[in-house]
């Protein structure tokens, strides 16, 4: 039976981030994917300017499309656009982004199994037992990285997160609609309760969503062709659906010697629905946790200590703002358009020069005062 330092089970953004991280310090890595690579994952794509920061310095300057205007348009057809100067967000294409990440540890020494997905795992005195379709693996620890559905999750009975649910799907624009859309992004309010849509740009694509943090009572593929035939999609698109977990309040990320990460720990972002730089946060934080624990003695659960002090805090303002926000978000729709200073705000948490914090006093002081004439 094979036995390495760290089996990771998933190979998206978090997985293959604390393989190429874990290989890098010496430490023998098995990625187990359930999917044949490159897979297909449902996702907008666009990726924070703040991430760059966490990625190998090739892939963040391999990514070509950097949309610099974020226009937000509310139901009533109000619509505000604010340009940037630095680009407050990236549009990769997620199979070929995610390949070059699992190709960056492979480089590493990382040894990736793809199509393989994990059927149990048995907890031992130091370590787990992980079994697939094709045999049984031995390792001390397991970083956990498959995804709001995961499997280690259900099996060491990790709370589970909340979960909102999108939906999307992009098509080839012609030149008359990609010239709408060239280097803009726009965020559609007050059509999806609890949620928004999304036209996002990429080489010649328009990837076109909606998502919801409360999707249970309303047709959310409805909303979708709708927001298709305002644009003047094609009537034939087939959206792929995926969920969005999070967390109302903080979980430790771990149990045993299991670390969880990304959207396997529940961390995406509450009010943005960003997943993207979570899952690459988490994937640092726990990675860098590990090779403490194994070389200096560090207990493991610093992991969870410092996600705590150094991430909660902010997606717990994400929570709050989302509280503050999507009930009242036709307000903010008119609001916006005539004073844009908070949306520059949001901006400047994507590209990593603001804090939900900060965002989260501002509005909540708009919406007090806006009530109080009300």
């Known amino acids: 039976m094979p036995q390495v330092d760290v089996v990771v089970i998933g190979a998206g953004p978090a997985g293959a981030t604390c393989a190429r991280l874990l290989a890098q310090a010496g430490l023998s890595v098995l990625v187990l994917e359930k999917a044949p690579l490159p897979r297909v994952k449902p996702c907008g ?5 703040r991430a760059l920061a966490l990625l190998p310095d090739e892939i963040a300057q391999g990514i070509a499309s950097h949309p610099r205007r974020w226009t937000l348009l509310s139901r009533e057809e109000t619509a505000v656009t604010v340009s940037c100067s630095t680009p407050y967000c990236h549009v990769v294409d997620r199979p070929t982004f995610d390949l070059a990440l699992v190709r960056a540890a492979i480089r590493l020494g990382a040894v990736v199994h793809d199509d393989e997905a994990l059927l149990t795992a048995e907890p031992l005195r130091t370590g787990w037992i992980l079994r697939t379709p094709r045999g049984h693996y031995s390792a001390g620890f397991v970083i956990a990285a498959d995804g709001a559905h995961s499997v280690m999750a259900r099996l060491v009975q990790l709370p589970r997160a909340q979960r909102g649910a999108a939906l999307e799907a992009e098509f080839v624009a012609d030149a008359d609609l990609w010239s709408r859309y060239l280097d803009r992004v726009e965020i559609r309010l007050g059509h999806v309760p609890w949620g928004y849509g999304w036209v996002i740009p ?72 960003e997943g993207i730089y979570s899952a690459l946060l988490t994937a640092t934080v726990a990675s860098d946790s590990l090779i403490r624990h194994l070389t200096h003695g560090e207990p493991l659960s610093n992991y969870a200590v410092r996600l705590f002090r150094e991430m909660w805090p902010e997606l717990r303002a994400a929570v709050r ?54």
């Open 321 to 374: 703002m989302s509280l503050l926000f999507y009930p009242w978000s036709p307000f903010w729709a008119r609001y916006f358009a005539k004073n844009p200073r908070l949306i520059q705000e949001y901006l400047g948490i994507a590209r990593g020069d603001g804090s939900y914090r900060t965002l989260q006093r501002h509005a909540a002081h708009t919406l007090f005062h806006h009530r109080l004439r009300t």
């Open 202 to 273: 990429r080489d010649g694509l328009l990837n076109v969503g909606v998502g919801s943090f409360r999707p249970a009572s309303f047709p959310l593929k409805q909303q979708f062709f709708a927001l298709v035939a305002d644009i003047g999609g094609p009537r034939t698109l087939r959206p792929l659906g995926h969920p969005l977990p999070y967390r109302w309040a903080f979980v430790p990320p771990m149990k045993a010697n299991v670390l969880f990460v990304g959207d396997a720990a529940g961390y995406m972002d509450a009010f943005s629905a």
């Open 45 to 49: 794509g666009a990726l924070t300017h």
